[in-house]
């Protein structure tokens, strides 16, 4: 039955319609459904995305910090009833042409989504996924590997020391060493004190070893069934189909059966509470303006739709750029140096709530910051917001659910993630998508001038479920945990006798055995070859004398790039140029200082930003063309008013407010020091490719950890000395940038939309000086190779360790087989080598064609020469030719899945633009894709040899860690040349 027939009540096999809806904003048409046998609830969004997602997802109520529903996540895809191997997740990775797989775990549910353009791919791993979920081995073996486990530090000695290991228990320490995680993770247990949200459903490394095995599987029996799923399709899929399918691989075996999932309300408080946690740093490090405090207040019930978006529009008001009164207030008042993480709306749980706090301040200035903040609401709650403010806020919220998004994940999952609550919580998957109707009743609504003002007093001033927390820095934190952790083992090994150490030994070797056995993996559905579409796909555009044009799909935005030529920046200049990039939307233009500026891009744009960037030659390792992308997008009204902006930014920086500079750069160096926790391994990854290629080198000065130091040295100058001659620097910076004859355009959006841009667009290239170059020589041609090892410490209880190898440009014949071999290393030997075996939580390989970098990189390792070793390992593997043709044609098919990955339709044109400027054109990238695709054992072995292991000396290590971890490896790493340095 066609959906356009479907109606409320009508039935497709078991399924009943609950609800049909047309979204014409999204051109999206919602199909809600119930499976009347088990109570699964399914919600299709059809529409003509060939980027097809589907996902089922449990609402998942943790009622202790052990981490099961996050351990169940990854053992359920260790194996299942259809599909006994040991790995099926990561074993489709490489048969499939996804474009998007993964599970994940929050604070109330659990999510098994994957996405293809590829129907027979999508079913394939449509059936992967409901029978691990549905039918998962649980194996015990698979619990102590992705869980935990009691292991000896050498597995067949059972004298050696005492360890707890496990990819779940590695990863949360590596997590919960991160302050910004552990600010939300400590707000969330005191905000929620009485329901799941107070604990972590991650789980917290003291309280995971609690967790046993027969717990886990009760947790899955309990909750694991299709009465307490959530069924989500997107895209151009047959409905009916679709649904044929999940009732045959999972839902006709069950019955429906009565669970209790439901997640009450948190009991309101009489009165507010204050209360003080801490982080670890490390000895010697200076605590001063390092703590964070923030205040929560408990909002709204996820089901309330309308206050749930007003509360919305509240905090962009508050909150949302440099001029909301909030935010203004917090960042000038000196009390700190940027916003907490974590500050804003946050309408995912049963109940929603607002955060607001300074980070980069101290404890004694916690009363000054709830005084400010509650002074600030004061005021305006009683002053109201001004009509313009309102209207650019719902401009925004208008900008943002209108928006076709896609680059990152899928868009049909980021239409999931939007929607997901007030389905799981309120039986409501529509309401979130319903644009033009609560864009209307906001707009009504905000016309009261006492609307926002009221919710304010509603809200935060008069609600006494508040939340003060202070997260200070604390040299004896780490090792508390670490002593705690001691002791628990200490417990255990007092525990064990003769017998129970051989059990041990048993295990861990039974696990070894396993580990290292090879898989039938007959039973798996793959893809062949011929699946793969051969030719590449090109985006068609126009071209004139200023630029591109891309006529794309983007449902009534506008996308503009203008990129600008770096080619002759004096050296001297160029480190300073992504800090130029992060000021210049922050600081004052043409007369207008920074908050006008502020508030003229609110109202106008949906995000303006600039950064610098690198296009390497597809033909030399060492030439490459330095550049900035202004890259700004607006909905087609707001094309004119967007422009003027430019034209000011353009033509008229202001960086002569030293306060100003002073705090945003306070803000950039918290944010970039924030970063590397998650980013551990891309740090250690640039640092050392820098010695290899002079892009490398320009790419870490700009955004490794060079740059970290720069904005930490520029944070301290002072504001009447040498402040004033960086701001000299910038200003200098933007007149020999912003030239005539350095722009290039590149504009995506509708046809229509293409036409009015023309003028503007004309008009604002004409207002831009026309500057000769300065004839300044490019760095690239002083630049030679010089491979080194370099350690940074940092205050981390893991490891990201790197190896990075110069190879070959893009154009040359071994790009495609090394590409090919990167996926090969990674899924066969690495994932094995360095997840399985070494308990990390990733082991990754990966070569950039575009820079001739060949990369090798563990993340939240619990070993670092461990994982050196295993490096070499890899190198031998390979040139040995370890592997068989079946291997290779799965990577083959995982090569493609990553080049063929869609992109959003301000994305497409994008990429391509940046295609065209570097010089990869159509038929490079088809060489590339033919390459790939007659890659055999031969080639793979040849470039293993020839540029691996014969570049083995002329590589380079990078190593982020703890200072505790560089120790315990000191001489081997002194041997090997280390430079360390501290972060």
């Known amino acids: 039955m066609p959906i356009s027939q479907l109606t409320a009540g009508s039935r497709l096999g078991n399924y009943c319609v609950v609800n049909t809806e047309r979204l014409a904003d999204l051109n999206l048409t919602a199909v ?85 353009m590829n129907p027979k791919d999508l079913d394939n791993l449509m059936g992967i996924y409901l029978d691990a979920a549905f039918f998962p081995l649980l194996r015990e073996m698979d619990f102590h590997q992705e869980g935990h486990r009691l292991e000896f530090a050498e597995p067949d000695n059972p004298q050696a020391p005492l360890q707890i290991k496990g990819v779940v228990f590695n990863e949360m320490k590596g997590a919960m060493a991160d302050p910004s995680s552990l600010l939300g993770r400590q707000l969330n247990q005191a905000l929620f004190p009485d329901n799941c949200y107070g604990h972590n459903s991650g789980g917290e490394p003291l309280a995971i070893p609690d967790l046993t095995w027969e717990q886990l599987r009760d947790f899955h029996s309990r909750y694991y069934h299709p009465g307490n799923s959530w069924i989500f399709s997107y895209g151009d899929q047959p409905l009916e189909e679709l649904l044929q399918r999940v009732e045959e691989l999972a839902l006709r075996h069950f019955q429906a059966q009565p669970i209790d999932s439901q997640i009450p309300r948190q009991p309101r408080w009489s009165e507010p509470l204050q209360i003080e946690k801490t982080f670890p740093i490390d000895l010697g490090d200076d605590p001063g303006r390092r703590s964070m405090v923030q205040l929560a207040w408990l909002a709204c019930p996820i089901e309330d739709t309308f206050e749930r978006s007003a509360t919305s529009i509240l905090a962009n008001l508050l909150l949302g750029n440099p001029a909301a009164p909030l935010y203004q207030a917090l960042i000038e008042s000196g009390l700190g140096q940027n916003l907490c993480p974590g500050t804003g709306y946050h309408d995912d749980y049963r109940d929603t709530f607002i955060a607001a706090g300074l980070q980069g301040t101290d404890p004694e200035q916690t009363e000054q910051i709830v005084a400010l903040i509650e002074s600030t609401l004061q005021r305006v709650a009683s002053e109201g917001f001004p009509a313009e403010r309102i209207a650019a806020a719902l401009h925004q919220y208008e900008f943002s659910s209108r928006e076709v998004s896609g680059d990152q994940y899928p868009y049909g999952l980021s239409l999931l993630m939007r929607l997901l609550g007030p389905w799981l919580h309120a039986d409501d998957p529509l309401s979130s998508l319903r644009i033009g109707e609560n864009l209307e009743q906001l707009r009504q609504a905000s016309a009261d001038p006492d609307f926002f003002p009221a919710l304010i007093r509603k809200r935060l001033l008069n609600n006494p479920h508040r939340l003060t927390l202070l997260l200070r820095p604390d040299t004896d934190h780490a090792r508390r945990e670490e002593e705690a952790l001691a002791q628990r083992l200490r417990q255990s090994e007092q525990q064990l006798d003769a017998a129970a150490r051989t059990r041990l030994v048993e295990q861990a070797l039974a696990l070894q055995s396993s580990q290292e056995a090879s898989d039938d993996l007959s039973c798996l559905p793959t893809l062949e070859l011929s699946d793969i579409c051969r030719e590449e796909s090109v985006v068609s555009f126009e071209r004139d004398q200023t630029g591109y044009r891309f006529i794309q799909p983007t449902n009534g935005i506008s996308y503009l790039t203008v990129q600008f030529e770096l080619s002759d920046m004096p ?38 930003r600039f950064a610098p960037n690198l296009l390497e030659s597809p033909d030399d390792l060492d030439r490459f063309r330095a550049v900035v992308d202004l890259k700004v997008k607006a909905l087609d009204r707001n094309q004119a008013p967007m422009i003027e902006i430019l034209k000011d930014l353009l033509t008229a920086p202001d960086f002569t407010n030293l306060e ?35 892009a490398a080198q320009l790419r870490e000065t700009w955004s490794g950890i060079s740059q970290i130091r720069l904005v930490q040295t520029a944070s301290k100058l002072d504001r009447e000395g040498k402040l004033a001659g960086l701001a000299e620097k910038l200003a200098a910076i933007g007149r020999l940038l912003f030239t005539r004859d350095r722009a290039f355009l590149a504009v995506t959006a509708e046809a229509e939309a293409q036409k009015l841009i023309t003028a503007p667009l004309n008009a604002l290239l004409d207002h831009l000086p026309t500057t000769a170059k300065t004839g300044v020589g490019s760095n690239q041609d002083n630049f030679s190779t010089a491979p080194a090892v370099v350690g940074w410490s940092h205050t981390l209880p893991v490891a990201y360790v790197t190896r990075v190898f110069r190879t070959i440009p893009y154009a040359h014949p071994d ?89 959003s339709p301000g994305g497409r044109g994008y990429h391509e633009f940046i295609l065209q400027r570097q010089g990869v054109l159509p038929e490079l990238r088809q060489q590339l894709r033919e390459r790939v695709l007659s890659a055999d054992r031969n080639s793979l072995v040849k470039v293993a040899e020839q540029h691996l292991r014969q570049g083995w000396d002329q590589s380079s290590v990078g190593v982020v860690a703890g200072g505790e971890m560089f120790e315990q490896a000191r001489t081997q790493l002194q041997q090997m040349g280390m430079r360390l340095q501290r972060l």
Not at 47 to 75: M, Q, W, Y
Not at 664 to 688: C, D, F, L, T, W
Not at 841 to 870: E, I, N, Q
Request: proline share 6%.
């Open 32 to 116: 809600v459904l119930r499976h009347e046998p088990t109570g699964a609830r399914l919600l299709h969004l059809a529409c003509d995305d060939p980027n097809k997602v589907f996902a089922v997802g449990f609402r998942t109520p943790p009622s202790d910090s052990t981490g099961i529903a996050h351990i169940l996540e990854h053992t359920v895809l260790c194996g299942s009833r259809n599909y006994p191997v040991r790995d099926p997740f990561f074993s489709m990775l490489k048969r499939s042409l996804n474009t998007f797989m993964n599970a994940m775990t929050a604070a109330d549910w659990t999510f098994y989504p994957v996405a293809s």
């Open 571 to 608: 050296a001297d200049l160029l480190p300073y140029l992504p800090m130029f990039c992060a000021l210049l939307p922050q600081v004052g233009a043409a007369g207008h200082d920074y908050l006008e500026m502020s508030r003229r891009i609110t109202a106008t744009s949906g995000g303006l």
């Open 660 to 694: 100003r500079l002073q705090t945003v750069i306070a803000q950039i160096k918290m944010a970039m020091e924030n970063s590397i926790p998650g980013s551990g391994h891309s740090y250690a990854s640039r640092a050392a490719a820098a010695g290899l290629t002079p």
């Open 815 to 903: 790009t495609a087989a090394l590409l090919v071999l990167s996926k090969l290393l990674r899924a066969n030997f690495l994932h094995r080598e360095i997840r399985e075996k070494g308990g990390a939580y990733g082991g990754l390989a990966g070569h950039s064609c575009d820079g001739g970098l060949f990369s090798l990189l563990s993340y939240r390792d619990p070993h670092l020469l461990r994982t050196l070793d295993v490096y070499r390992q890899a190198i031998d593997w390979a040139c040995q030719g370890s592997f068989d043709e079946e291997m290779i044609r799965e990577t083959i098919l995982a090569v493609f899945g990553e080049l063929d990955r869609p992109l």
